[in-house]
């Protein structure tokens, strides 16, 4: 079973800055799509940015400039550096793996808990 962990997360002032990992074990991370999903309480768990196996990358407009994902093949690791953060960036950060074609899996992480503070 395909189980992504996430690590990285904690507490910050605002305008500074936190480095978000995911690994997962029996899995090749740079043939998978990796996305981070955040949700704040109360409100819809949301897409925050994607990487997929050809090492494009996507990022929502609330978080681009911000935030960078990226993938280090040797670790079989996808980073999520988030700079310049602010107090609405605060919610539990969920690392999502997905492959479709060759032995498929689509799995969530627990989620690491991030804390802006103004």
């Known amino acids: 079973q395909v189980q992504p962990v996430e690590s990285g997360g904690g507490l910050m002032q605002a305008g500074g800055s936190l480095r978000l990992s995911c690994t997962a074990s029996?899995?090749?991370?740079?043939?998978?799509?990796v996305s981070w999903y955040r949700q704040a309480p109360g409100k819809q768990r949301e897409l925050v940015a994607s990487?997929?196996?050809?090492?494009?990358?996507y990022y929502e407009v609330f978080v681009e400039g911000r935030f960078t994902i990226s993938r280090d093949n040797a670790k079989n690791t996808v980073y999520l550096q988030m700079n310049s953060l602010k107090p609405e960036d605060t919610g539990v950060y969920y690392c999502?793996?997905?492959?479709?074609?060759?032995?498929?899996?689509?799995?969530w992480g627990q989620g690491t808990q991030v804390t802006v503070s103004s």
């Open positions: 999502r793996v997905m492959k479709y074609v060759g032995g498929s899996y689509d799995s």
């Open positions: 029996g899995i090749i991370i740079s043939i998978s799509s």
């Open positions: 990487i997929p196996s050809s090492g494009t990358t």
